[in-house]
């Protein structure tokens, strides 16, 4: 009996370590991206900022740097965003 309640503790344990890498992984936040520029017309890895626009629904906002720019700031008027 005892066995059994611990393999139970273990497994809803598990389940709420899959779920946290879920929500983590692919949540809201800073998450890399492969998108094609609409300006330069080239393949470019930005980092955006995705944010939840409503429930359930994640939605990119800002770009924080792109590949094509280096370390300069992003001053491109950002059409990518709405291609990610």
Same mark, same amino acid.
């Given at each position: 009996?005892?066995? +059994?309640?611990?393999?139970?503790? =273990? %497994?809803?344990?598990?389940?709420?370590?899959? $779920?946290?890498? !879920? +929500?983590?992984?692919? !949540?809201? !936040?800073l998450?890399?991206?492969?998108?094609?520029?609409?300006?330069?017309?080239?393949?470019?890895?930005? $980092?955006?900022?995705?944010?939840?626009?409503? =429930? %359930?629904?994640?939605?990119?906002?800002?770009?924080?740097?792109?590949?094509?720019? !280096?370390?300069?700031?992003?001053?491109?008027?950002? %059409?990518? +965003?709405?291609?990610l």
């Amino acid at each position: 009996m005892n066995s +059994i309640m611990a393999l139970e503790v =273990f %497994g809803v344990l598990v389940c709420w370590a899959v $779920l946290a890498h !879920g +929500i983590w992984k692919w !949540g809201p !936040g800073l998450r890399k991206r492969s998108v094609r520029c609409p300006e330069k017309r080239v393949h470019a890895r930005v $980092l955006a900022d995705q944010r939840e626009a409503e =429930f %359930g629904c994640l939605r990119a906002t800002e770009v924080k740097e792109c590949s094509l720019l !280096g370390n300069a700031p992003v001053a491109c008027s950002k %059409g990518c +965003i709405a291609r990610l």
